[in-house]
Nanobody, 122 residues
Framework: QVQLVESGGGLVQAGASLRLSCAAS????????MAWFRQGSGKEREFVAA???????TYADSLKGRFTISRDNAKNTVYLQMNSLKPEDTAVYYC????????????????WGQGTQVTVSS
């Protein structure tokens, strides 16, 4: 099992970009599908993007074109590039892992990071 640590969050103005990172411990990172979820204040945790162990990607429909997920297996790291940020993107962003294949439901992931706060001001 891997352990996950997110970084890269912060306070930015609308229209800016941020890149989040999620560093994983363990030697089997390449066997995991990785995902990003987010949770705004008072809201349920929602799916953002996922990448399979082979690099297949999927995104929440509302975020396609602005967010890009990628992974570097040599660095045991998954990234979320976020462009043209909007105030409604404000949330805690969580990294999650599950074996091999992509899923979009929180219940399908058994390993989570502690989250990183992203705040977008208008």
């Amino acid at each position: 099992q891997v352990q996950l640590v997110e970084s890269g969050g912060g306070l930015v103005q609308a229209g800016a970009s941020l890149r989040l990172s999620c560093a994983a411990s363990g030697r089997t990172f390449s066997a995991y599908a990785m995902a990003w979820f987010r949770q705004g204040s008072g809201k349920e945790r929602e799916f953002v993007a996922a990448i399979s162990h082979l690099g297949a990607r999927t995104y929440a429909d509302s975020l396609k074109g602005r967010f890009t997920i990628s992974r570097d297996n040599a660095k045991n790291t998954v990234y979320l590039q976020m462009n043209s940020l909007k105030p409604e993107d404000t949330a805690v962003y969580y990294c999650a892992a599950r074996p091999y294949t992509i899923a979009q439901l929180t219940r399908d992931y058994d390993t989570w990071g502690q989250g990183t706060q992203v705040t977008v001001s208008s």
